[in-house]
């Protein structure tokens, strides 16, 4: 059974802090992911990882970076948390090939106030 | 850009008809199409995918279909039930090179006993 664990399922944050967001992932994955979920907007892609240290810019990168330094774990870092970046936030995982499966964490509702 | 339209933002069925989800896609590069089912609190999962070679796909009551030269695949649900309310997320991978997956704005089903 794939297991893709987000570190907090809540998150309250003051305006300003920097905070990180975990992602582990269990079943020796390549690609991780973060999305970004909201009412009438879909899952949007915020940042892509297809490899230790290698990560690629989604569709809403501004404000946030990234870390991948061991194959299982993916970081997404607010630097200066804002009260815009209040979201659920979604981390997947899947295998390198022509279309595979992506799992996905239980999310992270982060309130930035 | 990358992009993928998604429609109906909400569709209301009564049980037992069929509902269907209609997607586009940007990239015709793009090679594989999955569906994703998020219901009520719980993280989106797998439920259905097909493969560019591919024209259409068939699990029990769901099936999908691709039309590669208009560049959109649709998710058709047959003999709806109520446990079928849940948000639905079309998805298409991009750039050949990596397993990037862009998603869909979703569809809120909702199946009236």
């Known amino acids: 059974d794939v297991k893709v664990t987000q570190s907090s399922r809540y998150l309250v944050k003051r305006t300003g802090e920097k905070v990180f967001l975990e992602c582990v992932q269990d079943m020796d994955h390549e690609n991780m992911f973060w999305y970004r979920q909201d009412p009438g907007l879909g899952l949007r892609l915020i940042y892509f990882s297809y490899d230790v240290k290698m990560k690629e810019k989604g569709d809403i990168p501004e404000g946030y970076s990234v870390s991948r330094e061991k194959k299982e774990r993916f970081s997404l870092i607010l630097e200066s948390a804002s009260t815009n970046q209040t979201s659920m936030y979604l981390c997947a995982s899947s295998s390198t090939g022509e279309g595979t499966e992506a799992f996905f964490g239980q999310g992270t509702r982060l309130t930035v106030v | 850009g990358e992009n993928v339209e998604q429609h109906p933002s909400t569709l209301s069925v009564q049980e037992g008809d069929s509902a269907v989800i209609k997607c586009t896609y940007s990239?015709?590069?793009?090679?594989?199409f999955p569906w994703y089912k998020q219901e009520l609190g719980k993280r989106p999962q797998l439920i259905i995918d097909i493969r560019s070679n591919v024209g259409e796909k068939k699990d029990q009551r769901i099936a999908v279909t691709l039309n590669k030269t208009a560049k959109h695949f649709s998710l058709h649900i047959t003999e709806t039930q109520p446990e079928d309310s849940a948000v639905y997320f079309c998805a298409a991978s991009y750039d050949l090179n990596t397993d990037k997956l862009i998603f869909g704005t979703g569809t809120r089903l909702q199946v009236f006993p």
């Open positions: 990239d015709s590069a793009s090679n594989y």
